[in-house]
C-alpha cells in the first residue's frame, strides 16, 4: 500500500496540478472538518497523515475545482461580511466586490430609534440572501424584503435568514413586481445579471447558474427593468443602487438619469474599479 500523504505532501501536490494555494488549503481544511480560519493549523500538523478517505476525498475535491467549480459549492458555505452563508450551484457564489454594495446601503440606512419608522428595503435578486442577510444584520431595526425569481434560491436564501435568525421578508418573482403591494421602499438595492450573452468569461462560470449572471446583448436588460420598475415603488427620496460590470457605469449612469433619477453618482470596489451607481428618486410635482 502506497504510504500516504501528510497535509505538506498533499498542499504541495495540489499545487503543483494547478491550484490556488488558499484553495488548496480551504478544500483540505474542509476534509479534515477545521474552520476555514484554520489555516494557521495546517501550518503546525503539515506532517500529519492523512487518513486513506480524508486522501480520496480530498483528491476528487482538488479535481472539481481544478474544472472550474467554486470553492463555496465544494465547501457549501461562503462568508460575506461576517455572516458564514450556506452556498451551493442554486445561487451565485457571493463576491467580495458587493460588499462595496452593502457598505453603500449601511450609509443611506439610519439607526433606527425604536419608535421611529422602520425604513424600508428592497434586494432584488437575492440569491444566497447575501445582500439583504447583511444589511439586516447590520441595521435591525429596518424591514428587508428579499426577492428572486428562481423558487430555489428562496429556499437557500431563507434556509440562511432562519439559521442566522434574521427577519428578512421574502417574495418569489420577477424584480419588483411581487412587492407592488409593499411600496413605499426607501431603499432598492441589487446585485442582478449583468454579463453580456456572448462574453467569453461566461464559459469559466459555467458551474454558476446563469440566470444569474446573463443579461441580453449588452449585458444591460435587467437592469434596465429594474430602473424602470423601481420609480413606482419608490418613496420620495429613496434610493436605487445598483452593482455592476467594470465598464457600465456610465452606461447605468445614463439610465437612472433618463428615467428621472437625481444625484446619480458612483462606489469603487478596493480595485479602484467603479462598482456599483446609484440614484436618488425625487417625486414629479
Given at each position: 500500500m502506497a504510504n500516504l500523504p501528510t497535509i505538506?505532501?498533499?498542499?504541495?501536490?495540489?499545487?503543483?496540478?494547478?491550484?490556488?494555494?488558499?484553495?488548496?488549503q480551504m478544500l483540505l481544511?474542509?476534509?479534515?472538518?477545521?474552520?476555514?480560519?484554520?489555516?494557521?493549523?495546517?501550518?503546525?500538523?503539515?506532517?500529519?497523515?492523512?487518513?486513506?478517505?480524508?486522501?480520496g476525498v480530498y483528491a476528487a475535491l482538488c479535481t472539481r475545482r481544478l474544472s472550474g467549480e467554486p470553492v463555496a459549492y465544494l465547501v457549501g458555505h461562503k462568508e460575506f461580511y461576517g455572516l458564514d452563508l450556506a452556498v451551493d450551484a442554486r445561487v451565485l457564489d457571493p463576491r467580495p466586490d458587493t460588499e462595496t454594495l452593502v457598505d453603500w446601503a449601511l450609509e443611506l440606512i439610519p439607526a433606527q430609534a425604536p419608535s421611529g419608522p422602520a425604513c424600508r428595503v428592497a434586494d432584488l435578486g437575492t440569491g444566497s440572501g447575501a445582500i439583504a442577510l447583511a444589511l439586516q444584520?447590520?441595521?435591525?431595526?429596518?424591514?428587508?424584503?428579499?426577492?428572486?425569481?428562481?423558487?430555489?434560491?428562496?429556499?437557500?436564501?431563507?434556509?440562511?435568514?432562519?439559521?442566522?435568525?434574521l427577519g428578512v421578508r421574502f417574495a418569489h418573482g420577477s424584480w419588483l413586481e411581487p412587492l407592488a403591494g409593499q411600496a413605499p421602499f426607501n431603499l432598492i438595492v441589487s446585485n442582478p445579471p449583468y454579463i453580456r450573452d456572448d462574453d467569453p468569461h461566461l464559459l469559466a462560470l459555467e458551474h454558476e447558474p446563469l440566470s444569474a449572471l446573463a443579461s441580453g446583448a449588452d449585458g444591460l436588460s435587467d437592469i434596465r427593468a429594474i430602473v424602470a420598475q423601481a420609480p413606482a415603488l419608490l418613496a420620495s427620496g429613496g434610493w436605487l443602487l445598483l452593482e455592476h460590470g467594470w465598464d457600465q457605469a456610465d452606461a447605468v449612469a445614463t439610465l437612472l438619469r433618463s428615467a428621472g433619477f437625481e444625484s446619480v453618482q458612483h462606489r469603487h470596489d478596493l480595485g479602484g474599479i467603479a462598482r456599483c451607481t446609484g440614484g436618488q428618486w425625487t417625486a414629479q410635482a
Open positions: 505538506k505532501e498533499a498542499l504541495q501536490h495540489s499545487q503543483a496540478q494547478g491550484l490556488a494555494r488558499i484553495d488548496a481544511l474542509h476534509v479534515l472538518g477545521r474552520q476555514a480560519g484554520g489555516r494557521a493549523w495546517l501550518l503546525t500538523h503539515d506532517g500529519d497523515a492523512l487518513t486513506a478517505p480524508q486522501a444584520s447590520q441595521r435591525p431595526g429596518a424591514t428587508v424584503w428579499a426577492v428572486d425569481a428562481s423558487a430555489d434560491a428562496l429556499a437557500v436564501a431563507s434556509a440562511n435568514a432562519t439559521r442566522l435568525q
